[in-house]
């Protein structure tokens, strides 16, 4: 089954508002990893946040981990036209570089 | 230059050919994957690689072969292709597992099955 679920499905903003996405997960991880991918296109890497990790900060990005509620979410502050994505958050498990990825949210920012 | 390059870009074929789609890369990476990106956008890990070894085969068809002459490239090849097989399939590969496991993604393989 899925390892990850995020939440919401869809989200449309304005430019310069704040996007919030979140990401669940079912079994205990090694880190969590957020990727971004434009309409296309393949997967870019944003961040990474280990299991022992908070709280992790990228310029303009900042991912929170909760290993106790085995959540996540990815806050993109002051967001800009060029945000417009689909976002994911995947698990890593440590078995040989398995990643499980969530079904991604859709993100619009309106200029 | 392109970090991790897959090719071709599309591919449109008959139900029952076999095809294989190609990827290289160029990042000095041990680890190499192949994921499928179905229609709603869901990315499901096929197979990796370690080192031209195999290390993850997810439960994927036999008729789906992965193969990695060396640590720099993995092909797929598909036998007698299903309308189901329709899909993105993308190649990635990272340096490293645990936290170095960053996965660097190839630009997709759009297959279109008729």
């Known amino acids: 089954s899925q390892q990850g679920e995020e939440d919401p499905q869809a989200l449309s903003i304005q430019e310069g508002e704040n996007a919030t996405m979140n990401c669940s997960y079912k079994t205990s991880i090694n880190n969590l990893q957020w990727y971004r991918q434009n309409s296309g296109r393949g997967l870019v890497h944003l961040i990474l946040?280990?299991?022992?990790?908070r709280e992790k900060h990228s310029g303009r990005l900042r991912v929170t981990l909760d290993t106790s509620k085995k959540s996540s979410s990815l806050l993109i502050t002051a967001s800009r036209a060029a945000d417009t994505a689909s976002y994911f958050c995947?698990?890593?498990?440590?078995?040989?570089?398995?990643?499980?990825f969530g079904q991604g949210t859709e993100l619009s920012v309106k200029p | 230059d392109t970090a991790v390059s897959q090719t071709p870009k599309y591919l449109v074929t008959q139900m029952g050919n076999d095809k294989s789609i190609k990827c290289e890369q160029n990042?000095?990476?041990?680890?190499m994957y192949w994921y499928k990106q179905d229609s709603k956008k869901f990315l499901k890990i096929m197979f990796s690689y370690n080192n031209k070894e195999l290390i993850i085969n997810e439960t994927v068809p036999n008729r789906f072969s992965p193969k990695s002459p060396d640590k720099a490239h993995l092909n797929l090849h598909i036998n007698s292709l299903e309308l189901g097989d329709s899909a993105v399939y993308f190649c990635?590969?990272?340096?490293?597992?645990?936290?170095?496991?960053?996965?660097?993604f190839g630009a997709g393989t759009r297959l279109s099955v008729l």
């Open positions: 995947a698990t890593d498990l440590s078995q040989g570089g398995k990643l499980i």
């Open positions: 990042l000095g990476h041990d680890t």
């Open positions: 990635a590969s990272s340096q490293a597992w645990g936290d170095k496991n960053i996965q660097y």
């Open positions: 946040i280990r299991s022992n990790e």
